[in-house]
């Protein structure tokens, strides 16, 4: 298949003036006469529905929990970038632009991040109009700060709650359009397949939470906006309902899915305490400005750490990179606190656990200047490990947290099937390799409220659409479909709950494509998944009916697709014989232990099409070219 | 350590549900209260009997999805907790709890422990917002804010929705929840220009749910897992009669409360 990426031509400051002006507009008397569907209600899903309730658009949104307001955006915590440079510190759209690029190790489209770095100041401004409580200055201005190792500070943030507010602006918002009846809100109701008629995406085969109850929406076009993927390794830190049903689903019906193997581990979050653990919480990695990372230099050291000498220490990132020391990005720390473990000398009960040490900054600064700077964060820490981090150092281990890859989207945000349109984290579009701080909610609100009330215009004055209902053969296939998997995971009643599957492969994943990679291990975890997923539908035990709410059922469907979406995982990070980003292939490395690039044969997206379970998946490569951010390696020696 | 955990088993609405006594033998004190149903919930299933239903998702105290009575406590003992991290180290070795849904009319049983908050949400769509269209702002800093207001408006915006004031309270009110959206857009100038249409609104549709009214008992706010303030609910009240006082804009109409599910 070619990939035709609808890349603007000319230069990148004007692309996106310029595909706005080619594109087509919708009458706006003919606004009401098209219906969209937007599936999720996160950033991305409630913005674009919003947004294009209040163009005049006829809108339906779906989410699975009980109001939109819950769904995962919530949680962030860290900020929103923006290049408004109010501190007049040398910041502009071109640098934004620029660190992007770099941030993401030369594997995402300059186009989209060019166009994410000019939108990023239209969205602070429409987030303080509808009253999210920005952090300001005493004299009444917006305040910054500096986040993820950028060198200005353009970090918009809301206390430590930034996902909370910029989401309750946008469900409020979407609440406002609930109340105009251009909206219409479908909560606890989860999307089970893609619609797909005459090549174009037409519907949804849903099944309400609460009564069970299986039926179809249609519709002149679809959205996702349906979130990330990182709970495929059981443990991240995501919200336990976010899942790749959605995306999966809709990459069965056609629509490529791109990267899969790119996902990010974040440094800083609190360790593993035992089997029953069920999430993992973030620290913000905002800690490491103060905090020193160390480990004993002995394996196996039981002792104290007040009780190990300084001479016994290792504070390996400061003794690895004597320039940035405990502030390398947040790939380089997490693998090096993998490797520390590996070699047994990690902290904890568990071992894998690395201290987070504030006595030098305590002594140096005072406790009141730490109390000032973190005291809600060791609060937290304090809430959930009951020990004091101002008199013990933290524990802290890696841990999944987003995921780069995601379904394959054109400029346009459409995916390889017509009329299906991807939104937010869902999507693979904007952050390369890796993603920097405090950018994932500026790109979901982007695509939400400034490029696809654009785009899906241009769509839908562009096609006609016949009339569709629940009696064509493709929608009567679908529900099929939907129920033979319902009945079928109802009807097993094996021995094993879900769950216990879903940690066995969360740990294959861990192990084989986590932090570090190595081609002989993904071969091995490929099997053991094929293995795994065969013995889940053989031997998966699912109580209870499909005709009220079952939430054994919910997350069988869920982790059935998280077997297909793993094993995609390794295939993409085995045929990738690179480093780049979150994913780093051992046999990849400079002399020094650091991520190894191959421009020259892997400056490609990969672009997966779906062949039926099990079997080898195609792939699709769409070169990608620098014209304006040139390759280099990333050093932090 | 061991515990007795007594929870509200309800297979629906109509079902009239009752206690069901499990006795948990090895709790681990690190453990949340969501892990510990967890592993009653996965024993469950190995013995073959349905697991217990309880709303969660972000599980670390944010988006507003748990929560239920333990020992007649909102969220349990442990202040400014929500129920998904409060730690079992906060029991005592051998303690029962009894654990049981929010109970107010205006949140219809679901299941087991997991109700029906839509009448939030609908407090919220009758005008729990600000009227401005994507691409309608100004700059950012066009309108400055001082930082104590900045400041208030935040305290009151970090409500989760997550109904414990409900819960709480002796009358089943949901002025905590209504007033802390109302003094958040209100103490604001981009939302000052609303605030009296906004309060006939939300207040409206209060009013026209199952919620019962405030009468100042105070315990909305000691539940509160974000510890909204009392205060928010003084505002409410201002805008409200200040607004009902000079009433000119009869368009305001509450939303028809629904209770089932397939919304047409
Ligand atoms: C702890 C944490 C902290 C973070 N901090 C930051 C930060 O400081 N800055 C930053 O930029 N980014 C941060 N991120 C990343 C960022 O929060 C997410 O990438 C972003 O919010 C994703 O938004 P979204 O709209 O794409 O998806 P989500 O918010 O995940 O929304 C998904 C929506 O889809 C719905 N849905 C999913 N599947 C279905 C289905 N099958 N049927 C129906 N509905 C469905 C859900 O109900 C939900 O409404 C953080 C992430 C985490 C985990
Ligand atoms: S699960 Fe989100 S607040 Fe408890």
């Known amino acids: ?328 990005p947040r790939d380089v ?62 524990r802290i281990y890696p841990a999944i947290h987003y995921t780069m890859g995601g379904l394959w989207v054109d400029y346009h945000l459409q995916s390889t099937i017509p009329g299906l349109f991807v939104l937010g984290e869902a999507n693979f579009s904007d952050h390369g390799a890796n993603r920097l701080g405090a950018s994932a909610l500026m790109q979901g609100l982007s695509d939400g409220y400034f490029v696809i009330p654009y785009t899906i215009g241009h769509y839908l004055a562009s096609n006609k659409f016949a009339k569709v209902d629940s009696s064509n053969p493709e929608a009567q296939q679908a529900v099929a479909n939907v129920k033979q998997i319902t009945d079928k995971l109802l009807s097993i009643k094996g021995k094993r709950t879900v769950d216990s599957f879903h940690r066995e492969l969360g740990k294959i994943m861990w192990e084989y494509c986590g932090m570090s990679r190595t081609a002989e291990g993904l071969e091995k975890a490929i099997g053991l998944i094929d293995a795994l997923r065969e013995e889940f539908w053989q031997n998966v035990n699912v109580p209870g009916s499909g005709d009220d709410l079952n939430q054994s059922l919910e997350k069988a469907g869920r982790v059935a697709d998280f077997f297909e979406l793993g094993r995609l995982m390794c295939v993409d990070a085995r045929e990738r014989n690179e480093s780049c980003g979150g994913h780093f292939r051992e046999e990849y490395q400079t002399p020094e232990g650091e991520a190894q690039r191959d421009d020259e044969h892997y400056s490609y997206v990969a672009a997966w099409g779906y062949n039926g379970p099990g079997q080898h998946p195609e792939l699709n490569k769409e070169p990608l070219e620098f014209d304006y951010v040139h390759p280099s390696q990333r050093s932090y020696k | 350590m061991k515990l007795r ?71 349990g003992p442990q202040r400014a907790t929500t129920v998904c991290q409060l730690t079992m180290r906060h029991f005592k070795d051998g303690e029962e709890l009894v654990i049981e849904p929010w109970r107010a009319g205006a949140f219809p049983m679901i299941k087991d422990l997991m109700v029906d908050r839509r009448a939030l949400d609908r407090i919220i769509e009758s005008g729990g917002y600000i009227s401005v269209s994507t691409g309608n702002a100004p700059d950012g800093n066009d309108i400055l804010i001082g930082k104590d207001t900045s400041d208030r408006a935040m305290d009151a915006a970090a409500c989760i929705g997550c109904g414990a004031c409900v819960a709480a309270c002796p009358n089943a009110s949901a002025a905590l929840f209504t007033g802390a959206k109302i003094t958040h857009l209100g103490v604001l100038p981009q939302g000052k220009i609303e605030a009296e249409r906004r309060a006939l609104g939300m207040v409206g549709q209060m009013n026209t749910e199952d919620f019962g009214s405030c009468t100042n008992i105070g315990e909305c706010t000691a539940a509160c897992p974000k510890e909204i303030p009392l205060e928010v609910i003084a505002r409410m009240n201002q805008d409200y009669w200040r607004a009902s006082a000079k009433r000119r804009d009869d368009s305001v109409k509450p939303v028809t409360p629904v209770t089932r599910w397939n919304a047409k």
């Open chain 1, 333 to 394: 720390a997490s693998r090096n606190a993998k490797s520390v473990c590996d070699e047994g000398r990690g902290v904890g009960e568990s071992g894998l656990g690395v201290y987070l040490d504030f006595t030098a900054a305590i002594k140096r600064l005072g406790e009141h200047v730490i109390r000032e700077r973190y005291g809600n964060l060791f609060d937290m820490y304090q809430r959930i490990t009951d020990e004091d981090p101002y008199k013990v150092p933290m």
């Open chain 1, 1 to 328: 298949m070619t990939l035709d990426s609808k890349l603007p031509s000319g230069p990148i400051e004007q692309a996106w003036d310029k595909t706005r002006f080619d594109m087509k507009l919708v009458n706006p008397a003919n606004k009401r006469k098209h219906s969209i569907i937007v599936v999720g209600s996160g950033l991305a899903g409630a913005s674009a529905a919003a947004t294009l309730g209040e163009l005049g658009y006829n809108v339906k949104c779906f989410c699975f929990q009980d109001s939109p307001r819950r769904a995962h955006s919530i949680a962030a915590q860290g900020g929103i970038n923006a290049a408004k440079n109010y501190q007049n510190d040398g910041d502009s759209v071109y640098r934004l632009f620029y660190d992007t690029v770099k941030g993401g190790d030369f594997r995402a489209r300059e186009a989209n991040v060019y166009r994410l770095a000019q939108i990023s100041v239209s969205i602070i401004d429409q987030c303080v109009a509808q009253g999210v409580p920005f952090a300001r200055e005493y004299g009444g201005a917006l305040t910054n700060r500096s986040f993820g190792g950028a060198q200005v500070s353009r970090t918009f943030y809301a206390r430590g709650q930034t996902g909370q507010q910029l989401l309750l602006g946008a469900y409020q918002a979407l609440e406002r359009q609930i109340h105009e009846k251009t909206v219409t809100m479908y909560p606890r109701t989860e999307m089970l397949d893609l619609i797909v008629i005459d090549g174009k995406a037409r519907g949804i085969v849903v099944r309400h939470l609460v009564t069970g109850e299986i039926t179809t929406h249609f519709a002149d076009a679809v959205i996702l906006g349906t979130g990330g993927y990182g709970n495929v390794y059981y443990l991240s830190t995501n919200a336990k309902g976010s899942n790749v049903t959605a995306s999966w689903r809709a990459h069965k019906r056609g629509a490529l899915f791109a990267n899969p193997c790119y996902t990010q581990i974040h440094p800083t979050c609190i360790p593993v305490s035992g089997d029953y653990q069920s999430k993992l919480t973030l620290m913000s990695e905002s800690l490491r400005n103060d905090g020193r990372i160390w480990v004993p230099k002995q394996k196996g050291d039981k002792r104290k750490p007040d009780q190990i000498p300084e001479e016994e220490r290792d504070y390996y990132l400061e003794r690895r990179y004597p320039s940035f020391g405990n502030l390398v």
């Open chain 2, 5 to 75: 955990l007594k929870i509200w088993r309800q297979k629906n609405r109509n079902d009239k549900g009752s206690f069901v006594s499990y006795s948990m033998d090895d709790v681990n004190p690190e453990m949340s209260m969501l892990e510990c149903l967890d592993v009653l919930n996965e024993t469950l299933i190995e013995r073959g009997e349905e697991p217990v239903t309880f709303e969660h998702d972000c599980r670390e105290g944010i988006c507003g999805s748990c929560g239920f009575m333990i020992n007649g406590i909102p969220h």
